[in-house]
């Protein structure tokens, strides 16, 4: 018997002949059979997803892909026009920059909805009952000096159009769980306890509908991230064939950029 340490794991391994992902051949039952949605579902939750989850999911990441000219793309795009030898630099560049204002809205919302929903003793049965959760949350996030996530654009201030697709889509599937109700009824509630008429938004929704299908809370930048991952492809592809938009904006920031004394700035 060998002493030699083991590594135990339940998504992929090798030898000589076969390749094994979650304990099935891969050339045999997966390649062709599963699409690449159905099996990151798989990948992250270790489940085989229902037909339902699988559509809700594969919406999700469709309406991630891409949102144009964001500070994500442009900085795939800048890192790609200062090291085009680098495709892996500029793609990482991209994803590094998902945070609290890109990309990271999506996790911050079901997080905040899922603490909201372990405050509740049970799940309410009425739309009234949903906008008291709501209510009560919302005015927790704002009194903890906090900004309540999923609520705002910077650009569909009347509101997000991904929204009603992807409630359509999970009514539709039998998906639209507590987290989507919760945050549904928080559009509902907010412009009467904020006193500010902000709209959901689609990253918002996105992560309560991945966090009602099973994926964890912690893992969900990382599903928005996989997404992104498309669209920064697209954008570096657009450069690789001639669109240079990384090089006119290095070009017009560089032109007119000018030296400001420190003494006069008005903005310190």
Same mark, same amino acid.
């Given at each position: 018997?060998?002493?030699?340490?083991?590594?135990? !794991?339940?998504?992929?391994?090798?030898?000589?002949?076969?390749?094994?992902?979650?304990?099935?051949?891969?050339?045999?039952?997966?390649?062709?059979?599963?699409?690449?949605?159905?099996?990151?579902?798989?990948?992250?939750?270790?489940?085989?997803?229902?037909?339902?989850?699988?559509?809700?999911?594969?919406?999700? *990441?469709?309406?991630?892909?891409?949102?144009?000219?964001?500070? !994500?793309?442009?900085?795939?795009?800048?890192?790609?026009?200062?090291?085009?030898?680098?495709?892996? /630099?500029?793609?990482?560049?991209?994803?590094?920059?998902?945070?609290?204002?890109?990309? /990271?809205?999506?996790?911050?919302?079901?997080?905040?909805?899922?603490?909201?929903?372990?405050?509740?003793?049970?799940?309410?049965?009425?739309?009234?009952?949903?906008?008291?959760?709501?209510?009560?949350?919302?005015?927790?996030?704002?009194?903890?000096?906090?900004?309540?996530?999923?609520?705002?654009?910077?650009?569909?201030?009347?509101?997000?159009?991904?929204?009603?697709?992807?409630?359509?889509?999970?009514?539709?599937?039998?998906?639209?769980?507590?987290? *989507?109700? %919760?945050?549904?009824?928080?559009?509902?509630?907010?412009?009467?306890?904020? /006193?500010?008429?902000?709209?959901?938004?689609?990253?918002?929704?996105?992560?309560?509908?991945?966090?009602?299908? /099973?994926?964890?809370?912690?893992?969900?930048?990382?599903?928005? %991230?996989?997404?992104?991952?498309?669209? *920064?492809?697209?954008?570096?592809?657009?450069?690789?064939?001639?669109?240079?938009?990384?090089?006119?904006?290095?070009?017009?920031?560089?032109?007119?950029?000018?030296?400001?004394?420190?003494?006069?700035?008005?903005?310190?």
């Amino acid at each position: 018997m060998s002493d030699h340490p083991t590594y135990p !794991t339940s998504l992929g391994v090798s030898d000589l002949h076969t390749i094994s992902l979650l304990g099935q051949d891969l050339s045999a039952d997966l390649i062709g059979k599963v699409s690449f949605g159905h099996l990151a579902y798989r990948l992250i939750t270790l489940e085989e997803p229902t037909p339902q989850q699988a559509r809700v999911f594969e919406a999700v *990441l469709v309406a991630l892909a891409d949102h144009g000219f964001t500070p !994500t793309a442009i900085s795939a795009r800048m890192t790609f026009l200062s090291a085009p030898e680098s495709i892996q /630099g500029a793609l990482a560049s991209g994803l590094l920059g998902g945070g609290s204002r890109f990309l /990271g809205v999506s996790e911050d919302t079901g997080r905040f909805l899922a603490d909201a929903l372990a405050q509740a003793d049970e799940l309410p049965t009425t739309p009234e009952g949903w906008d008291a959760l709501a209510a009560d949350a919302v005015r927790r996030q704002r009194a903890a000096g906090k900004f309540v996530p999923g609520l705002g654009h910077h650009l569909h201030k009347e509101g997000d159009p991904r929204i009603p697709a992807l409630y359509a889509i999970a009514r539709e599937e039998g998906q639209l769980g507590p987290h *989507l109700a %919760l945050f549904e009824a928080v559009g509902r509630v907010a412009p009467e306890v904020t /006193g500010k008429a902000l709209p959901l938004n689609g990253a918002g929704a996105c992560g309560a509908a991945l966090a009602d299908i /099973g994926i964890p809370i912690e893992l969900l930048r990382g599903v928005v %991230l996989l997404a992104r991952c498309a669209g *920064l492809l697209g954008h570096i592809a657009e450069e690789v064939r001639g669109h240079h938009v990384a090089a006119a904006v290095f070009a017009d920031v560089e032109r007119h950029a000018v030296y400001v004394d420190p003494a006069d700035r008005m903005d310190d």
